[in-house]
């Protein structure tokens, strides 16, 4: 009985990567636990490769780590995107190929689908794993994102990485943002493609995923018109720029005009970090911009 037990668990029993002694065993583990950290995210990224150093040859681990353990008070970090499947976008799949060996050396493709958008299927990108054995074991040395561009030397261009102060302070951003919406308002009542133009001239005053849905929402079919500064169908004829609380949020009266002339005044809280606005708080906690426009693009999606 207990040799039938342990034929049993041979069968079924799948060693770690680690001990497969292969390169695209080792890139195989990498990749599924990677994108498994995609359907999470709740690990820091310095954390999570903490946890695969053994994956990872010493060379490529430590300056790897120790960029991604870079948690700047303002600006973006030095690695602002996935430095495993060269994006900013989501990781869905991936296929791994045959490895190509050269002595203790081996190129493994990995083609990889990314997607910007979920209602999409994305688009296959196609990266190369380099590997060097050590030990009997096979590690992961670099990662080629196309001719030319690989993980090494985006590594060793942020060797004399510093931070840098924000352009503007987040109370200089949000006076910028509402000083140039009020502009337009001016000019009459908004429209998706006025909303559109005017955040486009005004990106760099607007965190990047911010901006991103804003113009995803306005672009979408049907659009969302609304003026998503003052909440509703209003024109912005004035505002006052209030309190700060803490020098991420700040009040602002708005006096809106709805199409019948009549103007009301409407309290905001606008959010702002590292210079840029990120949000704007119409009332509750979950009636604000960016709410507005994820139901908006979830009811899209629902009725095409």
């Known amino acids: 009985m207990r040799t039938a037990l342990l034929l049993l668990l041979a069968l079924f029993f799948v ?3 680690s001990a497969q002694g292969t390169p695209e065993a080792t890139v195989e583990q990498f990749y599924r636990d990677w994108l498994a950290w995609h359907s999470g995210q709740g690990q820091p990224r310095e954390d999570w490769v903490a946890q695969h150093r053994s994956l990872l040859t010493p060379s490529l681990y430590k300056p790897l780590h120790k960029a991604l353990s870079i948690h700047p008070k303002y600006g973006l970090p030095p690695i602002d995107f996935d430095p495993f499947t060269s994006s900013q976008v989501s990781f869905v799949s991936y296929q791994v190929g045959q490895a190509k060996l050269e002595g203790d050396t081996a190129t493994v493709p990995v083609a990889m689908r990314l997607q910007t958008r979920v209602s999409e299927p994305g688009t296959v990108h196609y990266r190369k794993m380099r590997l060097e054995r050590t030990g009997g074991e096979w590690q992961i040395s670099d990662i080629v994102y196309r001719e030319g561009s690989q993980l090494s030397s985006v590594l060793e261009s942020l060797r004399d990485w510093k931070p840098v102060k924000p352009r503007v302070t987040n109370q200089e951003a949000v006076q910028r943002l509402f000083d140039g919406w009020l502009a337009e308002n001016r000019k009459g009542q908004p429209t998706p493609g006025m909303t559109i133009a005017f ?28 003026n998503l500064f003052c909440n509703g169908s209003y024109r912005m004829v ?56 994820r139901k908006h693009l979830d009811l899209a999606r629902a009725h095409p």
């Open 199 to 226: 955040l486009e001239r005004h990106r760099d005053l607007l965190a990047p995923e911010t901006a991103d849905l804003l113009l995803e929402a306005l672009r979408t079919s049907p659009p969302l018109d609304r």
């Open 15 to 17: 060693p770690p990567a």
């Open 238 to 293: 004035s505002y006052q720029l209030g309190t700060s609380y803490g020098g991420e949020s700040f009040s602002v009266q708005v006096r809106r005009e709805g199409k019948d002339g009549q103007s009301h005044v409407q309290g905001l809280m606008v959010d702002a970090a590292d210079g840029r606005v990120t949000n704007v708080i119409y009332g509750l906690p979950d009636a604000n911009m960016l709410e507005v426009c």
